[in-house]
Every structure is written in structure tokens, then in C-alpha cells.
């Protein structure tokens, strides 16, 4: 797999134009689009099928958490998009087989959401968790990986202790990267691509800096050198 084919651009943008308009630019600097809850809400289900028409890898970031009817039947239509990925929030063995079941004779991988990379110790710790952010991502991943999921969406600071523990079969994405010196953002557990890679990620979900980045196609290109640098080392 080329180092492109790694990354994973968000197209977390309000319009399907503004979105044609990013992967238009970026080209085959990178290999998946990413459509999420902003975009899929405002005609990112139909450009999901234009992509995959196309032979583009679309990676539909939907993050089913609903009763086992609802998800399995939700996923079933998800596949039927041609969707490369999609994510689940996996917080229970039910939702997990419900999601499966919807995927039964597609080409469909699903990816489940540990913990948000948005989210830190004193996060959980509102919620209930009385797990450190690496415990929790830890234990959801090997729940996962026994329930039969392809792989888990983590950040880059658990990836190392995931890949230990769930072996080279099992897909590691990578949110929260930020290049040096770029803006952190709404980011609490971020890392940079190269030590991402080195830590065991598979694939990489970069968002605002491409996306906001005065020539996405340069800062694309860039950081799937950095993913070719790190495979290599």
C-alpha cells in the first residue's frame, strides 16, 4: 500500500460542493474521504455513493450507538453505499453483533470508537470511567477485536499498547494528528504523523490541516511523506 493510500482526509465541511471542491484539489495525495455527521446531514449520504461509484474509498464516520434494530439496519444501508469503513461506538457486545449482522455479504470493514480524541482523564471521569484514557481504549479494543470488528478508531498515544495486544491483523485509525507546529485545535490527545505510524497506526484521519491549509494538496503530500518516512524507518 502506497503511503497516500494511509491517509484519510475529513471532509468536515457544510456543503457536498465544498467537499468535490477539497478532494479536487488533493487528488490522489491521499486515499479515503472521511464524510461525517456534518456533511452526511447535508447530502453526504449521495456523494458517499458518487465516490464509491467512482472507485473512491469512502470511510463513512456515522458512529451508530442505537438499540441492535436500528444499527444492524443502519449499517445495511451504509453497506449498500459501497463504504469502504464505518465506525460504530462499540460500547457494548449487542450494538457490535447488531452492526455485523448489517454488514453480512458486503465488503464492509467496521471500525469501533474507543475513546474520543477529544476526551481526557478528567472527561471519563464525568462520565462515570473510573479508567485512565489509555485503560479504557485498551479494554474497548480488545472487546472489539473479540467480537469480530476489523479494527478500532484510537489515538496515537494507545496505538503502540493496542497493536501489542490485538496483533498485525487488526486495523489501528488514527485521528488527533497534527503536524509540528500546527494548531492543536479541539484536540486533547493528539500526535504527529510520523510517530503515529511508528507506534502501530495503519491509517491516519487528518482534517483541519489539510482541509484549512492554504494548499491542501502540498499538505497532504507532506504528510503522507512523513507516512512513508516512518514505514520506512
Not at 77 to 96: E, P, R, S, Y
Not at 115 to 125: G, N, P, Q
Request: some cysteine; aromatic content about 4%.
Amino acid at each position: 500500500m502506497k503511503a497516500s493510500e494511509r491517509l484519510i482526509v475529513a471532509l468536515d465541511v457544510p456543503e457536498p460542493d465544498d467537499a468535490r471542491n477539497l478532494i479536487s484539489k488533493i487528488g490522489d495525495h491521499a486515499g479515503v474521504w472521511k464524510i461525517g455527521l456534518e456533511l452526511l446531514f447535508s447530502g453526504g449520504a449521495d456523494l458517499a455513493c458518487e465516490l464509491a461509484d467512482a472507485g473512491q474509498k469512502v470511510f463513512v464516520d456515522a458512529k451508530l450507538l442505537d438499540i441492535p434494530n436500528t444499527v444492524e439496519r443502519a449499517t445495511e444501508n451504509i453497506a449498500a453505499m459501497g463504504a469502504t469503513f464505518l465506525t460504530v461506538h462499540g460500547h457494548d457486545v449487542k450494538t457490535m453483533k447488531a452492526a455485523m449482522r448489517g454488514r453480512e455479504g458486503s465488503n464492509l470493514k467496521l471500525l469501533s470508537v474507543t475513546v474520543l480524541t477529544s476526551l481526557d482523564a478528567a472527561d471519563l471521569e464525568e462520565q462515570g470511567s473510573r479508567m485512565s484514557p489509555a485503560e479504557l481504549v485498551l479494554h474497548r479494543a480488545k472487546l472489539r477485536q473479540e467480537a469480530g470488528f476489523d479494527g478500532v478508531i484510537a489515538s496515537g498515544q494507545e496505538a503502540a499498547q493496542i497493536r501489542e495486544a490485538t496483533g498485525s491483523d487488526f486495523l489501528i485509525i488514527t485521528p488527533g494528528i497534527r503536524p509540528s507546529g500546527t494548531d492543536v485545535g479541539d484536540q486533547a490527545r493528539v500526535m504527529t504523523p510520523a510517530r503515529a505510524i511508528a507506534a502501530g497506526a495503519d491509517y491516519l484521519v487528518v482534517g483541519r490541516p489539510i482541509t484549512q491549509a492554504d494548499d491542501p494538496a502540498a499538505a497532504a503530500a507532506a504528510i503522507a511523506g512523513e507516512i512513508e518516512s516512518a514505514r520506512s524507518a
